[in-house]
C-alpha cells in the first residue's frame, strides 16, 4: 500500500499547484469515461490492502479505517483508472472510498466508473442535482450509510441550500419542493421500497408532473443504481471518506 | 415495427464482416464466454421504436408487443454493440428484450453489458450457476417478471434441474442445497429486503460456510446488480422474449 | 424429463379412453364428491410410509422423495376416497401429493376434498379459471411452493396461455387483465396480505366491476382456502407431483 | 348440484340410521360431543335474508344487524344441518352466526361444518383448549374481529380463565405459558405471517417441545384453518353474535 | 418491593373502609393534575355500577404478582401523590398498575400523572371517550396488553357501549363509526404505523371531518402519548389490575 | 401567529442583550422542572463555544417559516416558562421549536418540558450522550425530521464526535460502538418498530450489558418519549431550528 500511496501523493502534490480550483465530488469530474489515457501513470508496485488514500494534509484519524470490511488488495490500475484516480485527486483533493474499494479489480472498478459517470454526470432531462436528490432519497429509504454521506454531500453542493441534504437525508417528505420533484422522489421511494407494485398509473403520474419517457428512464436507472450500490456497500460495510461531512455545510 | 426490424436485421446481416474488438458476451450465449468477434458491423442505418427483435423463426405472437412502457426509439447500433446482438442472433437465435430495451442509448448499453458480463460470465470463485441462483432468488425478492423469467431460464439450463430453477423462482427455501449455497442465498435475500441490517455476523456465516472475502463481494455484486435490474424491468414494465418460457423444462 | 413425460403420455393415452374427455388435474373430476362410488376400487392393503404414490409408468426420480416432511402413515382408504383416488389415476395418470399428505386420516381427506371441489369445481359466478388465478396469485403472496406449482399448471391449462400461468406465479399485476378480474385478484391479494384492512370500498370496488355478492363469497372463499392451504404445505413442507412442471407449458 | 345435494341427504338418512356414528358438533356446544339428534327438525319454510337467527330470549339489539354485508339469502336448511342448528339452539341458546353466514349454501355450509368439527373437536394430540388458543392467536395476527369474539369466547370457557382469552386476543406473547405451548403458539403465528420461512428448523423446535409429527399437523392445520375464516370473516364484515362479548368473563 | 407493597395495601385498607361509588379509572379523576389536594376528597357514598373488585376483598390471585419485571422499590410517596393516589382509591377503589409502576420514582411518576391527566381529562375539543379511543386503537396497533386492558374498560364505560370496546381492541375498522371519528382515528393509527408519512393531506382530511387546528394537536399528542406507553409497558412487562377485565362488559 | 411572533421575538430581543455560554440545547438546562422561580437566573457569563446563531442578528430566511402546520397562537408564557424561555435564549441563543410548538397552552409546555428534563438531564444510570443516542436512534427508526436534526446535533456535541451523530441519523448498525451501547440501542429500536414482541429475554440482553433495572426503565423511557415526540413533530410537521445543522460538525 506504502508505494501506491506515495503515488497518489505525488498526483497530489502536482494536483494542488492551481490553487482555488473548485473540488466537487466524484461527479463533477469532466466527461467521467475512463477512456485513452495518454500518459499512462507509473503503476503502483505491488497489490495493497484496501486502505484509504489520504489527503494531502493529515486526514482524519478514522481515515486510516479499512474502506470495507473485506480483504481485498488494491490491484495495480490500469492507465485509465490512474488517470482518473489523478484527475480526482486534483479536483476533489481526495480519492473517493467506493473507488478504492473497487480497485481491487480493474474490470469492475471500470464498468461502475463508465456506469456511474453515464448516469450521474451525463446527459440527461434531469438535473444534476435532481439524480443526486433521486440518490440520496433511494439511500435513505436503505439506510445506506457510505451514500448518504457521500452524496448527501453533493445534494448540499449542487443546491448550495444544506438543509435539501439534509431533508433527503432524513425524510424527503419534509422537504418543499415543487410538484415535478416530489413525483420523481415517490416513484424512486416506491421502486426502491416495493418495486413489485409499480406501474402505468405510476409512470403516469411522472408523466402529468412533466417527465418525458426519457426522464423516466433516467429516474428508474438512477434510482435502481443506488439500489445496487446501497447493497454493495452495505454489504461490505463501506466506509465514506470523512471529509464529506463538512463538506457545504 | 417493420422498418425497425428491418433495419436491426441488415445490420445483423452486415455485421461480421470486419474484425472487431473483443466485447463481453451475454450469458445466454451458448457456452458463455465473450468470443471475439472478427468484423464489426455496419451500424444501422437510423433509430427504431423500441420493439422486439424477432426470432428468425416465425416469433410467437406476444413477442409483437413494446418491449418497455417507455416511447425510446432504438438508437444507431455501435459497431461494437451491433456486433454483439449479431453475435446474440447468432448463438441464441433471440435478442435479449433488455437488451433492446437499452439501444435507445449507446453508453447506457454498453456499460449495463459490460457490468452484466464482468459479473454473470466472469472469473469468480462462484459459478455461473450460482450467480444465476442469486440472480433469481433475488429477483424473486422483488418479483421482477422480466429477471424471473429470464434467469429462471439460465438456472434451469446451467444446472440441467428444472425444479431448481421453479425453486429459486417460487421460494428458494424449499430448495435442497448444501450449506454453501443456502448461506449464500440466505445472504443475497437479506441484502435485498433490509440492506440496513447486514453486518458483520452475515459475512462471518459466509465465510464460515467457506467463501472467500473475494466471494463475499461477487455475492454482493451480483445480488446488488439485481437490485438495480429488478427496478429498472418493473419501472419500464420490462417484457421478457417469450422463448424464454419453454428453454430447459 | 422426456421419458417422465412419454410415460405420463401413455397413461393418459390408457385413461383418456373416450377421446375428448377434458384433462386437468384434480380440479377437473366431475362433480368432485367423494360419494357414490359404484364399484369400489380394492382399499390399500396396510399402512403406508407418507411416500408419492407413484403413476403406473416409472415415475420421475424425485416423486420417490417424501410427500411432506411429517412422519405420517398413509390410513386405509375409504371406499369413497378409493374410488376418488382411481378417478385422479385414471383421469390425471397421477394422485396430486396434496391428496396423499391428507390420507393419514380418512376425515380429514374426506372434508379437504369436499370443500376444495366445492369451492374450485362448484357453480359459481366465477370461472374455473378465475379460481385458478385467484389461487395463484395469493399462493403467490405467501410464495408456497406446492400451489404455486399445482395451480400454475391449471392457469395454464385452462387458460391455454402459458404466460398466463407465469404472471400469476410471478406478480399478477404483470398480466394484462381486464378490468373485472384484476378487481378481484386486487381484492384477494389486499385480504391475504392485509385482512384487517378490507373494507366496504373493497367490496363495492368488486360490485363495481360486476361481480354480484355470491361472487364476492366465492372470491373471498377460494382466496381464503389457499390462505389455509399455503399454510398447510408450507407447514409440512408438502411437495408437488414433478408432473405438473411441465404440464401446458 | 341437485343431484350431489340428493345424494348426500341419501347419505345422511342412511347414516343416521346407525346410531353412535359421530356427527360434527360446533365448538360452542357444551362439552364439546357432537351428540345425536334423535329426531331430525323441520326444516326453514323459506329462504330468508341474511339476518342474525334470534335467541329464544329477546335477543340484544345489535343482533338485528345483518350477520354478513352481503345480500345471500339463507337457502333450506337440509336435514342434518336444520338438526345441527337445532342442536345449537338447544344447547348454546343461539346459531352462531358464522353458520349463519355460511347457510346460503348448504355444500358450503355442511363442508364449512364438517371441517371444523374435525379439526376443532375431533381426536387430537392437542387439547381443545390448546386449538381454541391457536385459533385466538392466529385472529389476532389477522385482526378478525369475528373470530377474536367467538374463539376468544371460547378459550374463556375452557381455560376458566378470564385473562388467558384477553391475552390471546391482545397479545399472546404476555401470556404466562409454558415452553410447549408457547413454541405452539410461536409456529402458528409465524406460519400466520411468513408461510414461506417456516422450515425443518421450526418443526424441530416443536418436537423439541413434545409435538408428534401429528401434532404438528394438527397446529397447522388448525392455524392454516383460521387464515381461512380469518379472511372469509373480514372480506364480509362478519358480525360475531352479541352474546359471545359477555360470555366467561 | 415488600415495602412498597406494604404501603401500597395500607393505603388500600384505609380507602377502602368506605364503600366506593363506581367511577372510571385514573383517567375519571377531576382535574387530573397531582398538585397540592387541600382536603381529602368524599368518599363515595354508593356500591359501584360496574361492579369494580375492591382491593379490601381479597384480590384474585393474579394481582399479586409484580406489576411489572423489573425490580424497581417503590419510593416514598410525596404528599401531592399520596393524595392522588388516595383519591384513586376512594374513588375507583384501586391503584391502576401504572403509578405503581411510576412509583419508584416521584419525579417521574408526577411528570407522567400531569401529562396524562392533561392530555386525557383537561379541556378538548374532543371528548373523553374520542381520547380512549384513539388511546385503545393506537394501543392495539401496538399490541399492549396493558393499556389495551386499561383503556378498553374505559371505553366500554364512557360509551356505555361494550361492543365499541371490542371494537377498538380488535379492529377499530370494524367499528360504525361517523366520518369524524373515523378520520380520527384513521390518522391516529397512521401516525402510529408510519409516522413519517403523515402529510399536510393528512392534517386536510381531519379538517374536512370537522376538526379544528387544536383538535389535531390533540388526536397527535393523545395518539404520541399512548406510543410513549405501550413501549414503556411493553418495555417493562407492565400488567394491568384484573379489576379492568370485568368493567363494564 | 402575529401576536405570538412578536412575543417571542420580544423576548429574543432582551434574552441575547447578554452574551451565552454555549450550552447543549434544550436538555441542558438544570433542574428542568418548569416549577416557580422566584427570582430570573443569572445569565450566561461568556460567548459560546459551539458558537450559536443568535436570534438578534438576522436568521436565516427558513426561520421565519412557522414552527408547525397548525394554526395555533402562542399563548401568554407563565412566569416559569417566561424564565425558562430566557434561560434557553442566554444559554442557547435560541428557543428551541419544540418549546415555541407547544407554547400555545402553558399545562402542555409545561408538563412536556417537566417530563422531558427529568428524562434527558436527570439522574440516571445513563450518561446524557447514551439517552441522546437513544433518541436519535430512535427517531431514525421513525424518519423524524425534527428529532433527528435537533437530537442528532446533542449527539455530536456530547460525543464531540460529528461522526457518531451521523451514524444515528443513517443507521446506528454502522457507529462502532461497545457492546454495551450496542445493546441498549438494539433494544430501543425493537421497541420502536415491534414493541409487542420485546419480552424477558431482551431484559436479560441488557442486563448481561451491564445494565441494572432502573437503567432498563430509563432506555424504555427515553425510547417511549421519543416514540411520542416523534410522532407530535411528524403529526405537526415541526420544523427544527435551522442553527442545529451547523452545530459541532
Given at each position: 500500500m506504502n508505494k501506491a500511496n506515495k503515488s497518489v501523493k505525488t498526483a497530489n502534490k502536482a494536483a494542488s499547484a492551481k490553487p482555488g480550483e473548485a473540488k466537487p465530488a466524484?461527479?463533477?469530474?469532466?466527461?467521467?469515461?475512463?477512456?485513452?489515457?495518454k500518459s499512462p501513470p507509473k503503476p503502483a508496485a505491488k497489490p495493497a490492502a484496501v486502505k484509504p488514500i489520504p489527503?494531502?494534509?493529515?486526514?482524519?484519524?478514522?481515515?486510516?479505517?479499512?474502506?470495507?470490511?473485506?480483504n481485498l488488495p488494491m490491484a495495480k490500475l490500469t492507465p485509465a483508472m490512474s488517470s482518473y484516480f489523478k484527475k480526482c485527486q486534483d479536483k476533489?483533493?481526495?480519492?473517493p472510498n467506493v473507488l478504492v474499494a473497487y480497485a481491487f479489480d480493474m474490470t469492475k472498478l471500470e464498468t461502475f466508473v463508465a456506469m456511474y459517470n453515464d448516469l450521474?454526470?451525463?446527459?440527461?432531462?434531469?438535473s444534476k442535482l435532481e439524480r443526486e436528490m433521486i440518490a440520496v432519497a433511494v439511500s435513505s429509504q436503505n439506510r445506506c450509510y457510505y451514500c448518504l454521506t457521500a452524496h448527501g454531500a453533493a445534494v448540499r453542493q449542487y443546491s448550495r441550500d444544506p438543509l435539501l441534504g439534509e431533508h433527503m437525508v432524513m425524510n424527503y417528505r419534509v422537504a418543499r419542493l415543487n410538484k415535478r420533484q416530489r413525483a420523481m422522489l415517490d416513484f424512486a421511494v416506491k421502486l426502491t421500497a416495493?418495486?413489485?407494485?409499480?406501474?402505468e398509473a405510476d409512470r403516469e403520474r411522472l408523466r402529468r408532473g412533466g417527465f418525458s419517457d426519457r426522464d423516466i428512464w433516467d429516474i428508474s436507472a438512477v434510482a435502481g443504481f443506488f439500489n445496487m450500490s446501497n447493497r454493495v456497500a452495505s454489504a461490505t460495510d463501506m466506509r465514506p471518506n470523512t471529509v464529506y461531512h463538512g463538506q457545504a455545510r
Open positions: 466524484l461527479h463533477a469530474i469532466k466527461g467521467g469515461k475512463p477512456v485513452l489515457v489527503l494531502k494534509a493529515a486526514p482524519p484519524a478514522a481515515d486510516d479505517a479499512p474502506v470495507i470490511a473485506l476533489l483533493g481526495f480519492i450521474m454526470l451525463g446527459e440527461s432531462g434531469l416495493s418495486p413489485w407494485s409499480v406501474e
